[in-house]
């Protein structure tokens, strides 16, 4: 299967892709997409050194492998497929996001290379394994000083160990340097600044990317099956709807502290002094 074009966004999304040795893939690539094939093992990308995005997700991948070269990949999804054991990261020093939701994995062992300085992982999906022994997560993870954000649990997918009382509070006493466990702060509060989802590591430009290659179907009616990906777009309208809705409570919090400050003077008082030491 050999794209057209200049094209350094390839999008493959449901495209009975068997093998990646059968993609003639240009090395200036920069975002890949496989979401929904058949591929068990992870091949042909050692030339792909500038590629930035890749998802490999709901595929049948049951190894971590041939990821050695690509030194600046961000973000790797490898949700939904049959992984048991994290493994083949440690290339990865440019990692900021890691998704392996939805595998069967039981140990995350192999994540102790994103201990060391050079690496950069900030946002980690584990929800939806087998993940038993929490002390085993607390030490692979804690580590890792770049870490912000962990989710073990998420629209009711959880691990073995989510069942386990208080283990939300044994990680927050243990990983210091979390921001969000399962999408909520260390009060346990959603805060939309702090979003699991909309705060993934380059979300905003594989976004630009995928909205970029919707508008090319219109232009590109020769070739629409490179870029159809209509569950990709149901995923950007669900982002765009989060957007709406913190930012319009952040203006009707605003509309609301100034009028009360109207009304009131002492509540101005108070409200300039919050926001001077703000």
């Known amino acids: 299967m050999t794209p057209q074009g200049d094209i350094k966004h390839l999008s493959l999304i449901d495209s009975g892709v068997s093998n990646i040795?059968?993609?003639?893939?240009?090395?200036?690539?920069?975002?890949?997409?496989?979401?929904?094939n058949h591929i068990h093992h992870i091949s042909n990308l050692s030339?792909?050194?500038?590629?930035?995005?890749?998802?490999?997700?709901?595929?049948?991948?049951?190894?971590?492998?041939?990821?050695?070269?690509?030194?600046?990949?961000?973000?790797?999804?490898?949700?939904?497929?049959?992984?048991?054991?994290?493994?083949?990261?440690?290339?990865?020093?440019?990692?900021?996001?890691?998704?392996?939701?939805?595998?069967?994995?039981?140990?995350?062992?192999?994540?102790?290379?994103?201990?060391?300085?050079?690496?950069?992982?900030?946002?980690?999906?584990?929800?939806g394994n087998k993940l038993r022994n929490i002390q085993?997560?607390?030490?692979?993870?804690?580590?890792?000083?770049?870490?912000h954000h962990l989710v073990l649990r998420q629209d009711?997918?959880?691990?073995?160990?989510?069942?386990?009382?208080?283990?939300?509070?044994?990680?927050w006493s243990n990983v210091h340097q979390l921001q969000t466990l399962n999408g909520l702060d260390k009060s346990g509060k959603f805060n939309s600044n702090l979003d699991s989802v909309s705060n993934i590591p380059g979300l905003a430009s594989c976004l630009d990317i995928l909205l970029s290659s919707s508008q090319d179907q219109s232009s590109q009616a020769s070739s629409p099956a490179l870029f159809i990906t209509p569950k990709i777009d149901a995923v950007i309208e669900q982002f765009k709807q989060k957007l709406a809705m913190a930012q319009d409570s952040s203006s009707s919090?605003?509309?609301?502290?100034?009028?009360?400050?109207?009304?009131?003077?002492?509540?101005?008082?108070?409200?300039?002094?919050?926001?001077?030491?703000?």
């Open 136 to 147: 085993d997560v607390i030490r692979s993870v804690q580590g890792i000083r770049t870490l």
């Open 47 to 127: 030339q792909l050194t500038n590629l930035v995005h890749l998802d490999l997700s709901a595929n049948q991948i049951s190894i971590i492998d041939g990821l050695e070269t690509l030194v600046g990949l961000k973000t790797l999804n490898l949700s939904c497929n049959l992984i048991t054991e994290v493994s083949g990261l440690s290339g990865l020093r440019s990692l900021e996001s890691l998704n392996l939701s939805y595998n069967q994995i039981e140990s995350i062992k192999g994540l102790h290379c994103f201990c060391a300085a050079s690496f950069h992982l900030n946002y980690l999906a584990l929800h």
């Open 21 to 36: 040795w059968s993609l003639s893939l240009a090395s200036d690539l920069e975002s890949l997409n496989l979401h929904g």
């Open 253 to 278: 919090m605003d509309h609301s502290l100034v009028k009360s400050s109207v009304s009131s003077p002492q509540t101005d008082n108070s409200y300039s002094k919050s926001t001077r030491r703000k």
């Open 156 to 171: 009711g997918s959880g691990n073995p160990l989510c069942h386990i009382q208080g283990y939300e509070r044994n990680i």
